[in-house]
């Protein structure tokens, strides 16, 4: 199997938000390794393995990240932004960015110096923690309204097998699907297995719209991240790092995908936990099981702390847990042999 560390560093290093296609066209190159593959828009990638059956498993991972836009570039070189997908703004002053403008830059959100502050700074509008590129009025030459701004945090090894970074939400599956296509490339499959690493989950599930349409699998798995134990989350929202694939329970999901991923799990030895969810799973699994006339549709999400933020936080074994697990699931045939 690749060398899942090494990967996911590699796609954490890379961006993909709007017209920044560096994440999807590095996946594209590794992932065409093992399947042929082709483009659906500016940032999905679509990998192919062919099987005995017309019958399709697509496997979908979202590719994109949240980001932030331009709004406006004033005279000091200070610029105004809004949020590209859920960012926390609690964490942005004094946080590291790239601007992508006519050329990249690093810039800072600005931070209010503790000495000259009233207590604690609370903000309710992203608009008011201004970017510091240090251009002054050179900033109106590289940066204009409509550029795109990502986290610049570089990913690094914590203890054990503990990794942490930007963006593994959700280049970790990301990574997990490039290195099953990687472990199904030579084995006979008893169906089509369509690998999807789709844009704009974060922008409102967009990318997996078309691209589902285009596939139209019978069945499905959507590959994500979830919460992760950490402060402030309780046991019954989380599972901890280290604990293997999360497999999503729901009245939105099969519950025959779901069944029989768990029996995988517990017949191959495979670390997992339930997620248990009461309606929609907040994953591409929501749009991928009502496309076209409906879609068999599982979830398997790794667990991750520091959610939306540029020092995600997960753990190696889970990402060879869900690894396994896929792959295994893919050999035996799906849900429709039971």
Known sequence: MIDLKDTLFALSKTDGVGNIREASDLAERLLSQYCKT??????????????????????????????????????KGFLTVKNAGGVDIRSLPSRRVTVHGKEKITAVFSATPPHLSKGEKEYDDIGE????????????????????????????????????????????????????????????????????????????????????????????IAVDVSFGDGIGIGDEDCSPLGSGAMIGISPT??????????????????????????????????????????????????????MHSDTEIVDLNDLESVCKLLFEYALSGGVENV
Do not use: W
């Open 38 to 75: 082709e483009r659906t828009d500016n940032l999905t990638v679509i990998g192919y393995l062919s099987g005995k059956s017309d019958y399709t498993l697509m496997l979908d991972a979202h590719i994109d990240q949240i980001a932030f836009v331009v709004t406006d570039v004033d005279s």
């Open 129 to 220: 923690i201004k970017l510091d590129t240090a251009l002054g009025g050179k900033a109106t030459d590289i940066v204009s309204v409509g550029d795109y701004v990502t986290f610049a945090n570089e990913p690094c090894e914590l203890l054990g097998k503990r990794i942490s970074g930007r963006s593994f939400d959700n280049r970790s599956a990301v990574a997990c699907l490039i290195a099953v296509a990687e472990m199904l490339k030579d084995k006979e499959l008893p169906f089509n297995v369509a690998f999807v690493l789709s844009d704009g989950e974060e922008l409102g599930l967009r990318g997996i719209r078309t691209a589902s349409f285009k596939i139209n699998p019978q069945e499905a």
């Open 253 to 306: 999901l099969d519950r025959g995908v779901s069944n029989k991923l768990i029996r995988i799990c517990e017949e191959k030895n495979i670390p997992y936990t339930a997620e248990v969810m009461g309606g929609r799973t907040g994953t591409n699994a929501d749009m991928i099981s009502v496309n076209r006339e409906g879609v068999k549709t599982g979830t398997v999400s790794l667990p991750l702390r520091n």
